[in-house]
C-alpha cells in the first residue's frame, strides 16, 4: 500500500486517530489545520501540514475548495473525512470523485440518500425495517408541520433533515410551541448544516438510544458489528456510550442486527456506517436515522469485537474484501466510553476553553484514552468541546464500569474546567449502575450534586 496516500480531512482527536491507522499500514498522510488549530497534535504526527484558512469551521474545515486543493497539492489519492465536518456531505463527495481521489466512505449518491433524514427513513421503511411515525418527506410550512403533527399525536420533534450532533432539534407538545420552533429549528438549521430543511417524527417519550454498527465492502458483503448504547445524553448530545447495550437479549440484537444489514445491502453501502434506533419500554426498535461514517463512539465496538474499524475503512476504501465475515464476529466483554468535554457541567455544560496545564492519562490494562491535547495546549472556542475520550473494557459490564471510575479518578487535565467529575459522579449513579437508564437521564441527574455513590449497588 506504500504507493498510497491519504489526506485527513478533520480535526482533533480523530484526526490523530485516522493518522496512527494510516501509520499503522504504512500509507504516507496528510493533516489539515485551519489557523487556530497550528499547533494541535494531528499535525504534529502526520507526514506533511497544509493551512487550509482561519480559525472559524467555515472558513477552513468546511472551505470544500481549500481541503480539496491542499489534498491534489500534496498528491494524495484518497481523503478519510472523519466525522463531523464533510464527512456527509455528499457535494463535497461528489467533487472528490470528479477529480479521481478516493472518499474513504461511501458514494455521494448513497450518502446523499441517507444522509437526508426524511429520505433515509423511506428507504428504511421500503426495506421493512421499522420506523418512527412522521411525515413522508421534508415540511415546507408551519401549517404543514401542525397538520402531521395532530395526525400521529404530541409530542412531536421537528428535525433538521441535515442534522446530527444533536442540532436542529426541537421537542414540541402542541401547536403553539410547533409554531415558535418550526422557524427557529429551520434556522439552526441552516446555520448548522447549511440546508434549512427540516421533518416532523413522533416523539417517543424516554426511550434508549441503541445504534448498530455496519461495515460493507466494495464485493457487496456487509455486516454489524453489535450495538452500542448511546442513550446517555445532554441536549440531545452523546456523553456516555457502552457496548453491548445492558437492555438487549440474544434475539432483539439479531433482530436489529439483521435490519441493519438489510438496510445498508438496500443501497450497496460501502464503509463503516452506524444505523440509529430508538428501543422504546415494551422493546420495539424503530430507525430513526444513519450515519454514513465513522463515529465518535467506535472505539467502544473496536473494544468488544477486536476489530479496527479504522484501518479496515481504509482498507475497504482501497478496494480490499471485509477480512472477516459475521460468523467470525463475537462480543469478548464490556466496554464503556467516556466523553472527556472542555465544558462545565454545573453552568449548562458551557464550553470552557483555555490553555491546559497539566495532563495525566490512565493507563493499565485494557484502557485507553484518544486525545490531541498536551501541556501547554490551548483549547480553541470555535470548535466541539471534546477533548478526549475515555474507554475501558472487561469481562463484563460489573468490572467495566470499576475500571471506568478508577481510569477516571486517575486521569488529570488541569488549567480547565471538565465533565471528569460529573462522569465520575454518573459512574455511581444507581440507574447507570443497573442499567436502566434512558435518554432523559442526564436532565434528572443530581448524584454530583447529592454525592450518594451507592456502592452496594455494584457489590
Known amino acids: 500500500m506504500a504507493q498510497n496516500k491519504i489526506l485527513v480531512a478533520n480535526r482533533g482527536e480523530i484526526a490523530v486517530r485516522v493518522i496512527r491507522a494510516c501509520k499503522e499500514l504504512g500509507i504516507p498522510v496528510v493533516a489539515i489545520y485551519s489557523k487556530a488549530d497550528e499547533s494541535s497534535l494531528h499535525t504534529k504526527l502526520a507526514d506533511e501540514a497544509v493551512c487550509i484558512g482561519p480559525a472559524r469551521s467555515k472558513d477552513s474545515y468546511l472551505n470544500m475548495q481549500a481541503v480539496l486543493s491542499a489534498a491534489i497539492a ?131 417519550e424516554n426511550p434508549r438510544h441503541i445504534e448498530v454498527q455496519i461495515m460493507g465492502d466494495s464485493k457487496g458483503n456487509v455486516v454489524h458489528l453489535f450495538e452500542r448504547d448511546c442513550s446517555m445524553q445532554r441536549r440531545n448530545q452523546k456523553l456516555i456510550e457502552e457496548a453491548p447495550s445492558a437492555i438487549l437479549n440474544d434475539d432483539l440484537r439479531k ?132 477533548v478526549g475520550k475515555l474507554i475501558v473494557f472487561a469481562p463484563n459490564r460489573k468490572e467495566a464500569i470499576r475500571k471506568m471510575r478508577v481510569s477516571l479518578e486517575q486521569l488529570v487535565i488541569d488549567g480547565i474546567t471538565t465533565n471528569i467529575e460529573y462522569q465520575y459522579a454518573i459512574m455511581h449513579a444507581p440507574d447507570f449502575i443497573k442499567g436502566t437508564y434512558d435518554t432523559g437521564f442526564i436532565a434528572k441527574f443530581n448524584g454530583l450534586i447529592q454525592g450518594e455513590y451507592n456502592e452496594e449497588l455494584i457489590g
Do not use: W
Open 74 to 204: 500534496t498528491g494524495c489519492n484518497a481523503i478519510h473525512p472523519g466525522y463531523g465536518f464533510l464527512s456527509e456531505n455528499p457535494k463535497f463527495i461528489e467533487m472528490v470523485e470528479a477529480t479521481g481521489i478516493k472518499f474513504i466512505g461511501p458514494s455521494s449518491n448513497v450518502v446523499s440518500k441517507l444522509g437526508d433524514k426524511a429520505t433515509a427513513k423511506m428507504i428504511a421503511k421500503a426495506a421493512g425495517v421499522p420506523v418512527v411515525e412522521g411525515s413522508e418527506g421534508i415540511i415546507e410550512t408551519k401549517e404543514d408541520g401542525i397538520k402531521i403533527a395532530k395526525q400521529i399525536g404530541y409530542p412531536v420533534m421537528i428535525k433538521a433533515s441535515a442534522g446530527g450532533g444533536g442540532r436542529g432539534i426541537s421537542v414540541c407538545y402542541n401547536d403553539q410551541e410547533f409554531s415558535k420552533a418550526f422557524e427557529m429549528t429551520s434556522m439552526e438549521a441552516e446555520t448548522s448544516f447549511g440546508d434549512k430543511s427540516v421533518y416532523v417524527e413522533k416523539f417517543v
Open 255 to 386: 433482530k436489529m442486527g439483521l435490519a441493519a444489514v438489510k438496510l445498508a445491502k438496500s443501497v450497496g453501502y460501502e464503509g463503516a456506517g452506524t444505523i440509529e434506533f430508538l428501543v422504546d419500554k415494551r422493546k420495539n426498535f424503530y430507525f430513526i436515522e444513519m450515519n454514513t461514517r465513522i463515529q465518535v463512539e467506535h472505539p467502544v465496538t473496536e473494544m468488544i469485537t477486536g476489530i479496527d474499524l479504522v484501518k479496515e475503512q481504509i482498507k475497504v476504501a482501497y478496494g480490499k474484501e471485509l477480512s472477516f465475515k459475521q460468523k467470525d464476529l463475537k462480543i469478548l466483554g464490556h466496554a464503556i466510553e467516556c466523553r472527556i468535554n472542555a465544558e462545565n457541567p454545573l453552568n449548562n455544560f458551557m464550553p470552557t476553553p483555555g490553555r491546559i496545564k497539566k495532563v495525566l492519562f490512565p493507563g493499565g490494562f485494557n484502557v485507553r484514552f484518544d486525545s490531541h491535547i498536551y501541556p501547554d495546549y490551548d483549547v480553541p472556542p470555535f470548535y466541539d468541546s471534546m
